[in-house]
């Protein structure tokens, strides 16, 4: 049903409220993921605990709460959170990858562009990525804040279909199910609206970031991008199995739009064009006609100043037809398009010295007008 799904495990789930990661409950959430992975299922690792692994590493020290201390934890710590990783997901002969990313890698085009294209290899190679917040060195400008967001980010990033948000909470209730024996479980949300924020109130744990209310918005951000969210407890027997073939459990929010249909519409409301990029028949056949990518071949001239990862406007250039038909984010600067203009897609290392890839604009990340 899904094929690509990123599991979010806060720090509540790797503790389970103690002090300490709980390796064995750890052990079973990879044993979790590979009965996916051998259904030839994508996962994604959104993990947290570096702060946890830190302190536990340093044997709890009394340190203060400040930023500053907290980046030294995750450094002591983020490197064994992911020797445990690869340690649990070995057992099963799996292997997984570190991508650490700050707000900076998912919000700017260009190295949007390249966080995902290292994604694109780990999956391509069937290795699982593990990605947290890079704690050590984002301090609040730069920082996503907690991996409930970071979580939404990878999401859209890597084109899930199903982001799971694992908390130390069955889903979102009612009413604080802590306080209020009547607080009941919301199976489904199709409205977001001021009382399920207000509902959702603050942060939760004391050892993680996120709370209910970081979940929320996290959840809508991904669904809006067409992508279902299921907040649920990673304590539950097999969650990750149960969710991922639909079984109704913790909280659904069913995605909004199709992923293409988000994307697409975010090229079109997105930023203005910076560059055009001028085709030639054959290429706006290949596109307009066969539903293709753009290749360096098919593109006659470009104009305009525009980064790996800009909008481009695509121009038709033959003599009978000179208009705009398509608008897509370009995979080469204006730069390297002027030198790669006619090049077959072959060539494309040898003229550069280096190669994104053989398509200039992939027909994903483009709009037909
Ligand atoms: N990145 C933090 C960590 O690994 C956790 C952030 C969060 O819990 O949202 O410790």
Redesign the pocket.
């Known amino acids: 049903m899904y094929q690509r799904i990123v599991v979010k495990l ?2 509540s789930v790797l503790t389970g409220g103690t002090p300490h990661l709980n390796r064995p409950h750890m052990v079973e959430l990879a044993r979790q993921c590979k009965v996916l992975y051998e259904g030839g299922h994508d996962i994604i690792i959104c ?8 302190r536990e590493r340093l044997g709890f020290p009394d340190v203060t709460a400040s930023v500053t201390t ?1 980046q030294m ?2 450094a002591v ?2 490197s064994r ?1 992911m020797l445990m990783w690869e340690q649990f997901f070995e057992i099963y002969g799996i292997d997984v990858g570190q991508i650490l990313l700050t707000r900076a890698d998912v919000e700017s085009r260009g190295r949007y562009l390249n966080a995902r294209e290292t994604f694109r290899a780990l999956l391509a190679r069937r290795i699982v990525p593990i990605v ?2 890079n ?1 050590a060195v984002a301090t609040d400008e730069i920082k996503v ?6 979580s939404a980010l990878v999401a859209i990033l890597v084109e899930a279909d199903l982001l799971l948000l694992l908390t130390d909470q069955p889903g979102l209730f009612t009413a604080d199910p802590r306080s209020n024996p009547d607080a009941e479980l919301i199976p489904e949300v199709r409205h977001i609206d001021a009382t399920l924020k207000a509902l959702a109130g603050g942060s939760g744990t004391t ?4 709370g209910m209310a ?1 979940k929320l918005a996290s959840a809508d951000i991904a669904r809006r991008a067409g992508i279902d969210v299921v907040i649920a407890s990673g304590r539950a027997p097999n969650i990750i199995n149960r969710l991922a073939s639909g079984e109704a459990m913790g909280t659904k929010f069913p995605a909004l739009e199709t992923p293409l249909e988000s994307r697409k519409q975010w090229i079109l409301a997105g930023p203005k064009p910076t560059g055009t990029l001028y085709l030639d028949a054959g290429a706006v056949h290949a596109l307009a006609g066969n539903g293709r990518s753009l290749l360096p071949a098919g593109i006659v001239r470009v104009s305009g100043e525009f980064q790996r990862g800009d909008t481009v406007a695509l121009v038709a250039d033959s003599a009978d037809l000179r208009q705009e038909i398509a608008r897509g984010i370009v995979r080469y600067s204006h730069d390297e398009l002027a030198q790669l203009t006619g090049c077959q897609s072959a060539e494309i290392e040898a003229r550069l010295g280096y190669t994104y890839g053989s398509v200039a604009v992939h027909r994903n990340d483009l709009i037909l007008l």
């Open positions: 806060g720090t993990s947290s605990g570096a702060i946890a692994a830190g907290k934890l995750a710590g983020q959170l947290n917040e704690d804040g907690d991996n409930d967001n970071l050892l993680g970031v996120g970081t």
